[in-house]
């Protein structure tokens, strides 16, 4: 679906995704970046963010979640050579999908016993790269611990002594990596795992661990690869009561820009829109050239933005197309100016994610297609 609004779109400055991916580099200057851009490269356009990471920044390696995330990418850049795992809806248990990993060139994140046996003993996926999760206290996909052994003696029963990548998922890395017991455990455990597989004469080339919210706070720098998504966008996924664990300073890399339609002065009590609900205060209602059919949220309401830097909030119900902002008695806000629903100031950003009760993995991910994305590059 092509994107139809012209006056509204999601500005992505390039330049900040770069100064993060070097930001990144920087801390982590021994691991190489399996870069997380599923779900439409976290809102931010899927192919524009990975022919820019690819060809500008040298990453060569990313993580999509579904088949047909991984297939876009390759009809899009058909010559561009990186490499791309698919982690969780995999749909390789249907013979007809399961070919496309070979004729596109993809790397399944196996975490399912099934899988693993066609990957073994199917010989046309002799030469797919062998990636295995392990479940160490996600407890969503990934073998479990007990299954350990049970894998090692597939691999070996056909044949295999080599893991091209072994990964497993934190479940709380957005809290104390150090302190919390269950990312200290999984923590732990993946060790077993890799002592287990190494001693059984299995060599593992390459291994991942860490999301955002652990490398945020520095750790995981002993595994090959790292597996950022959310910080190279700009926001962070720490909890706010530990903010102070992180040395990362991620840039917001969108902002949100709409159009107002419309301004009139209304009274405290004026019926708006949907429902007739009644105007909180005195002042100036701005309309804009968003609502939910764009990605804003009906649980934007009651949530802040500013015009020129005046505080205003959105009122009444948010509509499929437009939204009310009210603002302060005199407040200059007219028909035809630009509006912006976020730039890059990260408190603001993280500030409008708790008012509207998302994560801010949400907010540019909720945007719909009518939203179009536009990219900025000094
Ligand atoms: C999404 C995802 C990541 C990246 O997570 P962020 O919190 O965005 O950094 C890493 N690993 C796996 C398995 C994921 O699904």
Known sequence: MEASRFGSYLLVDLNKLKSNIEALREEYSQNKILFMVKADGYGHGLVEIVKFAFEKMDVKEFGVATLGEAMTLRKHLPTLAFEIFVFSDLQFQKKDLAEFYLENRLIPVISHTEDLKTILEDSQFANIPLCLKFNTGMNRLGFGLDQVDEVISQLKSHGRTNVFHLMSHFANASMPMDKNNRNIWQHERFD????????????????????????????????????????????????PQHLERSWWKGQVISQLKTTVISSFE????????????????????????????????????????????????ICAKVCMDMTYILFPVGTKVERGEEFTIWDGDSDKFMQLSHETQTIPYELVIQLTTRVPRIYQLD
């Open 266 to 313: 209304v009274k405290k009590g004026d019926p708006l829109g949907y429902n007739s609900i009644p105007a909180p205060e005195e002042g100036v209602v701005a309309i804009i050239a968003m609502g939910y059919g764009d990605g804003i949220s009906t649980r934007y309401k009651g949530a802040t933005l500013y015009h020129k830097g005046v505080p205003g909030k």
């Open 192 to 239: 077993e795992v890799k002592q287990k597989l190494s001693s059984s004469g299995i060599k593992v080339e390459s291994t991942s661990l860490a999301n955002s919210g652990a490398l945020e706070q520095g750790f995981c720098k002993e595994e090959t690869h790292i597996r950022p998504g959310l910080m190279l966008y700009g926001p962070t996924s720490l909890a």
